[in-house]
């Protein structure tokens, strides 16, 4: 049972545009997402995150939207650059409950 | 550089053996976290200890184990190995362990399992 779903496995973005990455989940507890950024033969690093109580959280290029009617967060990279490339994991977490569940990664290509 | 310490960075096992997987938090954080990444899947917790404790008990099979020490660094046990445990296990620690704490994850140990 997927909580938290990354439908997307690549996503290839031009430099200078946008890149927006989605993420799914299901279960209604969940109150605070994130996400992290992983590069080859390196654990994944923190990115950005967003409670529930708010829609959006922006950090210089990236922006974090959540939707809780919908059960859905989305990453926007803008402008993309090709250090950006790389697998971007969500994550959700119910924090009364203690847990956190990932999703299983979107890898990001930005090309030059 | 995360400040989070795994070792070995690699290990190769055969069936049925038991290896053990170390973790060092970075200084200062009280919780360690463990997760289990297998080829084309997302991180999947395994477990939380907080100062010794432990916390929180995700998708852990009863052939694995872990614990923190009181100098909190923590080990990861897997025993009756199966091919299937073949993965990259990760150790993150974060400062206070509340599910809103950024987690600072190490750099893995890829198991091979043969």
């Known amino acids: 049972d997927q909580q938290v779903k990354q439908n997307s496995p690549s996503l290839s973005v031009q430099e200078g545009r946008i890149s927006i990455l989605n993420c799914d989940y299901t279960?209604?507890?969940?109150?605070?997402f994130l996400w992290y950024k992983k590069y080859p033969a390196e654990g994944p690093t923190f990115l950005i995150s967003?409670?529930?109580?708010?829609d959006k959280n922006e950090d210089g290029r990236f922006t974090v939207f959540l939707n809780k009617s919908a059960k859905h967060l989305s990453l926007h990279i803008v402008p993309s650059q090709p250090g950006d490339s790389a697998v971007y994991f969500c994550?959700?977490?119910?924090?009364?409950?203690?847990?956190?569940?990932f999703g299983a990664g979107t890898r990001l290509f930005v090309k030059a | 550089d995360s400040g989070v310490t795994q070792t070995p960075k690699h290990l190769i096992t055969a069936t049925g053996q038991r290896v053990t997987l170390r973790c060092s938090p970075r200084s200062g954080d009280l919780s360690v976290y463990w997760y289990q990444q297998s080829l084309d899947q997302g991180l999947q917790f395994l477990i939380q200890y907080y100062n010794g404790e432990e916390r929180a008990k995700g998708n852990i099979l009863e052939r694995f184990s872990a614990q923190q020490f009181p100098d909190l660094h923590s080990e990861l046990n897997l025993s009756s190995l199966e091919l299937g445990d073949s993965a990259l296990y990760f150790c993150a620690s974060s400062s206070a362990g509340g599910m809103e704490d950024t987690q600072y994850f190490g750099p893995g140990t890829r198991l091979t399992v043969l």
């Open positions: 994550a959700a977490s119910d924090t009364g409950g203690f847990k956190t569940i």
């Open positions: 967003i409670s529930s109580i708010k």
């Open positions: 279960n209604s507890m969940f109150d605070y």
